[in-house]
């Protein structure tokens, strides 16, 4: 069995309140300037491949009041990072020592997880790494994960996806892949187990 991870929130921490709670002191106006600005579908241009100058410009125009706050999302985007999840480095670590192939799939902007990778060593434990950023492609499309199967001359049916976010373990299903929706280690661990992986 291929097991396929995703990297955010399953190995690795990311949430925007690490930084922006040092930039607003009421936590009510940081939640609006995430909802309305710096929002989830502004960031997630930039899994795609867009790049932050590119994105701050187009805010800094609609925003001019958040200049600087717009601004901190490319500069400070490493403190959004509060590190691994090591209860998920330790599984990948233990399914690499029993020879697991170990591949991976994540949304993320191409010139912040190269920026990410150098801080994380056991992101070199992986076969290959399919970031949505260099592909152009983000989950849940089905393309995506078609790419990794076709790069790495996969079977569908003999891989395991793990995720955080519910579509994207039902975007791998409808290629045919098993999936395991993530939300803590150990239940990851007791799947793997009764997988006959760990």
Not at 57 to 73: F, G, R, V
Request: proline share 4%; aromatic share 10%; charged share 30%.
């Amino acid at each position: 069995m291929n097991v396929i991870f995703d990297i955010g929130m399953v190995l690795i921490a990311w949430d925007p309140r690490h930084l922006y709670r040092k930039l607003f002191s009421d936590t009510e106006k940081m939640e609006w300037f995430l909802a309305n600005v710096c929002n989830h579908d502004w960031n997630v241009e930039q899994d795609r491949g867009r790049s932050f100058a590119d994105a701050v410009k187009l805010l800094h125009a609609e925003h001019p009041q958040y200049t600087d706050e717009i601004s901190a999302y490319d500069t400070r985007w490493s403190e959004m990072i509060p590190g691994a999840i090591t209860g998920t480095v330790d599984i990948l670590e233990a399914l690499h020592k029993n020879k697991t192939p170990l591949y991976a799939i994540t949304n993320w902007n191409q010139d912040k997880f190269r920026e990410t990778k150098l801080n994380y060593p056991f992101l070199d434990l992986f076969k290959d790494i399919v970031v949505s950023g260099d592909e152009k492609l983000i989950k849940p499309d089905a393309a995506i994960f078609e790419l990794c199967l076709k790069r790495n001359k996969l079977t569908a049916a003999e891989c395991l996806f793990i995720d955080d976010s519910l579509k994207n373990v039902k975007g791998a299903e409808a290629v045919g892949m098993k999936a395991h929706h993530f939300t803590t280690p150990e239940n990851l661990r007791a799947e793997l187990k009764s997988l006959k992986l760990l």
